[in-house]
């Protein structure tokens, strides 16, 4: 099973960009989706973005498209995503996750990162 570290999170002020990254240990990281999930306090966690293992499809919620974009670079085994124009919503834990190709569900998620805390300051 892939085991996952997130970084990258910390406490930034609305419109600004931050990016996101996981690195993946323990398996074959091409050959699983991966994606962002993110829960913000008292809130359900919430799918945020994911990948296909290999090849270009990618899956977003609605309320960060055209914002937020999931990218991977297998040769390092890593994910990230680049996170633009943030918004005081978008305050959360991230989430980094391995699992099915189709991922848009926590029930599509095999592994979890620890998660790192993003804060957007208005």
């Known amino acids: 099973q892939v085991q996952l570290l997130e970084s990258g999170g910390g406490l930034v002020q609305t419109g600004d960009s931050l990016r996101l990254s996981c690195e993946a240990s323990g398996g074959t990281f091409s050959n699983v989706g991966a994606g962002w999930f993110r829960q913000a306090p008292e809130k359900e966690r919430e799918f945020v973005a994911s990948?296909?293992?290999?090849?270009?499809?990618?899956f977003y919620a609605e309320s960060v498209k055209g914002r937020f974009t999931i990218f991977r670079d297998n040769a390092k085994n890593t994910l990230y995503l680049q996170m633009n124009s943030l918004k005081s919503e978008d305050t959360a834990v991230y989430y980094c996750?391995?699992?099915?190709?189709?991922?848009?569900?926590?029930?599509?998620?095999?592994?979890w990162g620890k998660g790192t805390l993003v804060t957007v300051s208005s």
């Open positions: 996750a391995a699992g099915r190709q189709i991922m848009t569900t926590r029930s599509d998620v095999n592994s």
């Open positions: 990948i296909r293992g290999i090849g270009t499809t990618k």
